[in-house]
């Protein structure tokens, strides 16, 4: 029997079963159990672990030497480049970042300074990405992709992001109340001639969960692509698409990012554009072509040498890729369980996917080390790794960013994996939300929803304040 199709039928079964368990008068009848097996949210890789170190421990099967070249990705992934060790070095001229674990703060989402210090701040370090465009989607020829709000001494960083705030408040049938942000994003201190706004579209990215990374490297595209193309629902304006992605020459399946356009984890791309650290696939300075760079250059800063090997580069990849994915808590929780109803109730299910399975032989690392560890196993991601229109309007905002990245328009975005979702607070210190951190908590989240997601959303947004608590409690369980 074809196994999307067993999927989907399961997901069919929770919800009936769900709607047969309510009574009349609310949702006091509880005898719906967890299907088994979705506490292990990740197979063997599975860990029960709830504390700031969450995200970020192995799983059980990292022994021997792999635990020793564990300990080193782990290390360099955290390590300052600044510092003068063997692990350290390299950093800049231009940055976001200083090290991996600068921004992925025990291997989560470090706070960004968006809401702390409006943008990139007085101190400079932000906690996020800042992508910027022409309007016909060319890059400027004195900034590349990103802008670096940071750099070395000696050298000026490329401009600084800030944000201005705008409040829209809402409510709910019952009365309750809900207030989204809305921001408004401009970019000031130019180290070259100042960028007219009317020919720049500016998006933010803060920092992504590294939770689950080497069950996603080892999903199975054809599992992917059948739910792509079988996951249309009309009566929800629902239909999910795959983005394809060019990487080293290959055309593959794009799973990771923000728009799922990346089919690595982008180990060499982060610490040649995130940290300005030269390696074997990206062997020139970021900010190569700059005035001040040439400049640079002479003044001795920059070196022929790389500043990471690729054999380093691998020990981090395996450090992401075996780092253990914590098991849901509270699953028997009378309230949690009615969460688990609503989510369904509300067609979250539809796009955040509950059930994938790996392929056979697992992942492969940068360098060519097979991690079978990783095969053959069902996971719990909560998403379908699929491109969906997540609407342009929405308190005059919407979630439209304008930026292409591969297949994804500015309105399309990959379904988000909730995996772990509920310790990032504990993890990280805060709940924001979304591509640019907007949402301060999971109900803003939820009323950012539009295109596919309105039909949830207004769902959602007609449940009782029982029935929403609830959803939010089983969010905080995964």
């Keep these: 029997m074809n196994r999307l199709f067993i999927i989907k039928s399961i997901s069919a079964l929770v919800v009936a079963l769900a709607l047969m368990s309510c009574d009349d008068e609310g949702?006091?009848?509880?005898?719906?159990?967890?299907?088994?097996?979705?506490?292990?949210?990740?197979?063997?890789?599975?860990?029960?672990?709830?504390?700031?170190?969450?995200?970020?421990?192995?799983?059980?099967?990292?022994t021997g030497a792999l635990a020793s070249r564990f300990t080193r990705g782990d290390r360099l992934y955290d390590d300052m480049r600044t510092s003068s060790n063997d692990?350290?070095?390299?950093?800049?001229?231009?940055?976001?970042?200083?090290?991996?674990?600068s921004c992925h703060g025990n291997a989560g989402r470090t706070k960004p300074a968006l809401w702390s210090d409006g943008g990139s701040g007085p101190y400079g370090f932000s906690a996020m990405l800042v992508y910027v465009t022409r309007k016909n989607g060319a890059f400027f020829k004195d900034y590349g992709r990103v802008i670096h709000d940071q750099a070395i001494y000696g050298v000026s960083a490329e401009g600084k992001l800030k944000v201005e705030w705008r409040y829209e408040s809402g409510s709910f049938p019952d009365g309750e109340t809900y207030e989204l942000a809305c921001p408004s994003y401009t970019i000031t201190d130019w180290y070259a001639d100042e960028i007219d706004p009317d020919d720049l579209f500016c998006t933010v990215r803060i920092p992504l969960r590294h939770v689950g990374m080497g069950q996603i490297m080892?999903?199975?595209?054809?599992?992917?692509?059948?739910?792509a193309s079988r996951s249309n629902y009309p009566e929800y304006g629902i239909s999910g698409r795959c983005n394809y992605v060019t990487e080293r020459g290959v055309l593959s399946l794009g799973v990771s990012g923000n728009k799922a356009q990346h089919a690595d984890l982008t180990v060499e791309l982060?610490?040649?554009s995130d940290m300005g650290v030269t390696n074997s696939r990206y062997p020139e300075?970021?900010?190569?072509?700059?005035?001040?760079?040439?400049?640079?250059?002479?003044?001795?800063?920059?070196?022929?040498?790389?500043?990471?090997?690729t054999e380093d580069m691998e020990n981090v990849d395996l450090y992401m890729q075996s780092l253990g994915v914590p098991a849901r808590r509270n699953v028997n929780d009378p309230e949690v369980k009615m969460g688990e109803r609503m989510f369904y109730e509300a067609k979250c299910h539809l796009c955040h996917v509950t059930t994938l399975h790996t392929r056979p032989r697992g992942s492969v690392l940068l360098n060519g080390t097979q991690l079978p560890w990783l095969g053959n196993q069902t996971i719990h991601p909560y998403s379908d790794f699929l491109l969906h229109d997540m609407g342009s309007e929405i308190?005059?905002?919407?979630?439209?960013?304008?930026?292409?990245?591969?297949?994804?328009?500015?309105?399309?975005w990959r379904t988000t994996p909730l995996?772990?979702?509920?310790?990032?607070?504990?993890?990280?210190?805060?709940?924001?939300?979304?591509?640019?951190?907007?949402?301060?908590?999971?109900?803003?989240?939820?009323?950012?929803?539009?295109?596919?997601?309105?039909?949830?959303?207004?769902?959602?947004?007609?449940?009782?304040k029982e029935r929403r608590d609830a959803l939010v409690k089983f969010l905080e369980s995964l």
Excluded at 87 to 101: F, I, R
Excluded at 219 to 227: Q, T
């Design 87 to 101: 692990y350290g070095g390299g950093l800049g001229p231009v940055y976001a970042g200083y090290s991996c674990g």
């Design 270 to 272: 982060g610490f040649s």
């Design 419 to 464: 995996w772990g979702i509920g310790l990032q607070e504990k993890v990280n210190g805060h709940t924001c939300f979304l591509h640019d951190g907007r949402a301060r908590n999971f109900v803003e989240a939820i009323m950012w929803h539009g295109g596919e997601g309105e039909a949830s959303r207004n769902l959602f947004k007609a449940m009782t």
């Design 27 to 62: 949702l006091d009848v509880l005898d719906i159990e967890v299907p088994e097996g979705y506490a292990l949210s990740a197979g063997t890789s599975t860990i029960f672990m709830n504390s700031s170190k969450a995200y970020d421990s192995e799983a059980e099967w990292v």
């Design 218 to 227: 080892s999903l199975d595209p054809v599992e992917i692509e059948a739910l």
């Design 285 to 309: 300075e970021i900010c190569e072509g700059q005035i001040q760079i040439n400049q640079g250059s002479m003044m001795g800063l920059l070196y022929d040498k790389l500043d990471v090997s």
């Design 395 to 412: 308190m005059g905002v919407g979630l439209n960013d304008n930026y292409v990245s591969g297949l994804a328009r500015g309105n399309e």
